[in-house]
T-cell receptor, first 116, second 113 residues
Framework: AQKITQTQPGMFVQEKEAVTLDCTYD???????LFWYKQPSSGEMIFLIY??????QNATEGRYSLNFQKARKSANLVISASQLGDSAMYFC?????????????FGKGTLLTVNP | SAVISQKPSRDICQRGTSLTIQCQVD?????MFWYRQQPGQSLTLIAT?????????ESGFVIDKFPISRPNLTFSTLTVSNMSPEDSSIYLC??????????FGPGTRLTVL
């Protein structure tokens, strides 16, 4: 079974509007972490934000915030005030910590296009 | 954070040859990973590079095809051996300096003809 599911292959948003990118996950490990990455056409993977399973508050980093709903096993990325430079692939990833294993498992990604 | 460099940034290789990719980190890290991203796909973990011991490979990846070295805590190499066009991918090294972060190198874009 897929551990990380990103159901939106592509998303469009108008510049300056907010957009939510969906991510659901599956794990039986009580201790895990969720990551979001941005991959522009250049191919580099840019680390955006992290949410730990025991974190009480939703993570925020500048214009990025993570809408973490533990019971629903979802970790959606919210980008506020979209900019043209936000156009890129976005990947959700999970690390299961229980086995002291730092491996990341990635979703298939969502291609975000910001329109002027 | 960690600053990661990779060499080469891109290469075009002939079928049947091998390419060694280098990954250098600006600080000592215990764990280092190698990922592959095939065209239009997500990232797949190839192996964990262990310092002082053999790498740990994921299902579907073998040492003969992807030998890895990790001579110290800041450096690793991945070799893609006996290449075929199916090996055309972006190869990325990655390090988790802390539990709540993981950084990637800029990637090596490989094309096999």
């Amino acid at each position: 079974a897929q551990k990380i599911t990103q159901t939106q292959p592509g998303m469009f948003v108008q510049e300056k509007e907010a957009v939510t990118l969906d991510c659901t996950y599956d794990t039986s490990d009580p201790s895990y972490g969720l990551f979001w990455y941005k991959q522009p056409s250049s191919g580099e993977m840019i680390f955006l934000i992290y949410q730990g399973s025991y974190d009480q508050q939703n993570a925020t980093e500048g214009r990025y915030s993570l809408n973490f709903q533990k019971a629903r096993k979802s970790a959606n990325l919210v980008i506020s005030a979209s900019q043209l430079g936000d156009s890129a692939m976005y990947f959700c990833a999970m690390r299961e910590v229980g086995g002291s294993n730092y491996k990341l498992t990635f979703g298939k990604g969502t291609l975000l296009t910001v329109n002027p | 954070s960690a600053v990661i460099s990779q060499k080469p940034s891109r290469d075009i290789c002939q079928r049947g040859t091998s390419l060694t990719i280098q990954c250098q980190v600006d600080s000592q890290v215990t764990m280092m990973f190698w990922y592959r991203q095939q065209p239009g796909q997500s990232l797949t973990l190839i192996a964990t590079a262990n310092q002082g011991s053999e790498a740990t490979y994921e299902s579907g990846f073998v040492i003969d095809k992807f030998p890895i070295s990790r001579p110290n805590l800041t450096f690793s190499t991945l070799t893609v051996s006996n290449m075929s066009p199916e090996d055309s991918s972006i190869y990325l090294c990655s390090v988790p300096p802390h539990l709540d972060e993981q950084f990637f190198g800029p990637g090596t874009r490989l094309t096999v003809l």
